[in-house]
């Protein structure tokens, strides 16, 4: 019995110890679905993967991302860095531009002895190399070429201005006696200038310039405007001005009453009630441009040349030769033409007197190389043709009887003249060659002028307008030159002007400033074989034929 009870009781701990639920073997059967389970955990695994495939992309993208901005970040600071360094260096450059402008300015404003006078006792800076170690011919030569070839050849130069001037007299008076001088210009007696009356014309054929000053029919009168009045004016307009038309009972300069308050009691004499200052009316003058108060250059132009044919008309019965426009351009260009074939040519130049002056506005310039901008219609050159004259009359009654300084500007403008036949004009014109002998005349004692120092002082002549060219400056001899006498009489306004450099179309203009200069070393370089040709014989001279002209 309790054996059985035994075996009773270990059959149930053993069923007890062994029932699944109690104590699971760990090598239990797999259950029916363990495959299902194993896909659906290689799907849940594949799915893993592929999260992990996205995130580490992610990851990828959001590094290329990062470094592409840190990239970014840098050549932008790359750029910037570069953009300071160029705006710094922009900025050094400029500010070294405006000191060399500045100092440059100064430097051309300022005082020198080659062109303002300086000391004007000597000329320190005509002490270097001269002329490319080019020579001249010696004072022996130079005395028998002026002998034979300038002197002979200008000695009918006074028959030729008596003939002129004469026929001008005759063709002015004529001129006259057509206008209406309620409505037309009035001309004055004319006045002569330049090489002709300054007795250094060389070139052939002989050639006289005469200005003819006009003015305006009442009520109208000229008011000139210089262009050292205004700060404003560009420098290519300096040395020019503007010659404004006003009626007598427009202009108020002379007029307090419309700077002063009258009293209501009290009438201006001048200007009535209905008589006004009217600002904004304009001119009815047929010589001004539409719309504008200024004089016309090229309305004088027409109104001259229409005026001077009708005079030729009325007395072109009284003489045996033609009277022929010169040149369709220039207004008083006129040629007489001879039946023997010969002709003789002169210029007749309409100016305007500036105030009471000797200075004129003149309607054009004579025919010189420049190379300059052409300037509006109303811009009138200014003229200081009669100081020029005055100047040289005054300064040979101090010099030593028989002096060389008009030979020198003589044999100077002979030898420019053959040059520009040969290697056609350049930048360098007679004005240019008497502006230097001016300023030599002043910085010279009179003593230096002595006929036996010809060939120094046309070496010297030649050697300042050389370091001109070399420094592209040559300043006019009366604009800002303050060592001008003050007896000449110019007015206080151009004394007082910034100095006018007559060579700075040569610093605009490279190839114009390189053909000049090569011109004037050839010219030098062919100086004494000319000289000595036409020293032992004078051949003729043939002039370049000229336009063909209009018959009047």
């Not at 003149?362 to 100081?387: I, K, M, N, Q």
């Not at 060592?483 to 006018?500: D, H, I, Q, S, W």
């Amino acid at each position: 019995m309790a054996l059985g009870l035994f075996r009773v009781c270990l059959v149930v701990v053993t069923a007890i110890i062994n029932h699944p639920l109690l104590f699971p073997w760990e090598n239990a059967t797999v259950p029916e679905n363990e495959e299902e389970i194993i896909r659906k955990m290689q799907a849940h695994q594949e799915k893993l993967q592929l999260e992990q495939l996205r995130l580490e992309e992610e990851v990828a993208q959001l590094a290329a991302e990062k470094e592409a901005l840190e990239r970014a970040a840098e050549e932008g600071q790359q750029q910037n860095d570069s953009r300071t360094a160029w705006d710094l260096w922009s900025t050094l450059c400029m500010i070294l531009f405006l000191v060399i402008e500045v100092w440059r300015q100064d430097h051309q404003d300022g005082p020198s002895p080659e062109c303002l006078g300086g000391d004007e006792d000597e000329l320190p800076g005509l002490a270097g190399t001269p002329l490319r170690g080019l020579t001249l011919p010696d004072k022996a030569t130079l005395d028998h070429f002026y002998e034979r070839c300038i002197r002979g050849a200008t000695a009918d130069a006074a028959r030729t201005r008596e003939f002129v001037e004469g026929f001008v007299d005759d063709l002015l008076e004529a001129l006259r006696s057509l206008c209406n001088r309620d409505t037309d210009m009035e001309v004055e007696d004319f006045i002569g200038v330049d090489s002709m009356y300054e007795n250094w014309q060389v070139d052939k054929p002989l050639l006289c310039h005469l200005f003819v000053p006009f003015i305006p029919p009442e009520p109208y009168h000229f008011h000139p405007e210089l262009w050292c009045s205004s700060r404003s004016v560009p420098l290519d307009r300096q040395g020019y001005g503007q010659i404004k038309v006003v009626r007598a009972d427009e202009d108020t300069l002379g007029c307090i009453c419309d700077k002063t308050k009258l009293g209501e009691d009290m009438l201006c004499l001048l200007h009535g009630k209905n008589n006004l200052v009217q600002p904004g009316r304009e001119v009815e003058d047929p010589l001004c441009g539409k719309g504008s108060p200024y004089l016309n250059t090229l309305q004088v132009m027409k109104w001259f040349q229409t005026a001077l044919t009708r005079a030729w008309h009325r007395i072109a019965h009284k003489y045996e030769f033609e009277l022929a426009f010169g040149q369709l351009d220039t207004p008083g260009s006129l040629k007489i033409k001879f039946r023997s074939g010969k002709f003789m040519p002169f210029n007749l130049i309409p100016v305007i007197q500036c105030d009471d002056s000797d200075l004129y506005f003149v309607s054009h310039l004579p025919r010189e190389p420049s190379g300059g901008t052409s300037v509006s219609s109303t811009d009138w050159p200014l003229s200081f043709a009669v100081y020029e004259r005055h100047f040289l009359r005054t300064t040979s009654k101090a010099l030593p009887e028989g002096a060389c300084h008009l030979s020198c500007l003589q044999i100077a403008s002979f030898l420019l003249s053959k040059q520009s036949r040969l290697t056609g004009p350049s930048g360098l014109g007679n004005y240019h060659l008497k502006t230097a002998l001016l300023h030599l005349l002043l910085s010279r004692r009179a003593a230096d002028w002595k006929a036996g120092l010809l060939d120094a002082r046309l070496h010297e002549l030649l050697r300042f307008l050389e370091k001109s060219l070399l420094e592209k400056k040559l300043h006019h001899f009366f604009i800002g030159n303050r060592k001008v006498p003050e007896t000449m009489g110019l007015p206080e306004a151009v004394r007082r002007a910034e100095p006018l450099n007559l060579f700075r179309p040569f610093v605009l203009q490279r190839s114009l400033y390189r053909k000049t200069v090569d011109s004037f070393y050839e010219m030098l370089k062919n100086a004494p074989a000319l000289i000595s040709e036409y020293s032992l014989h004078i051949p003729t001279d043939h002039a370049s034929l000229p336009q063909k002209p209009v018959v009047l």
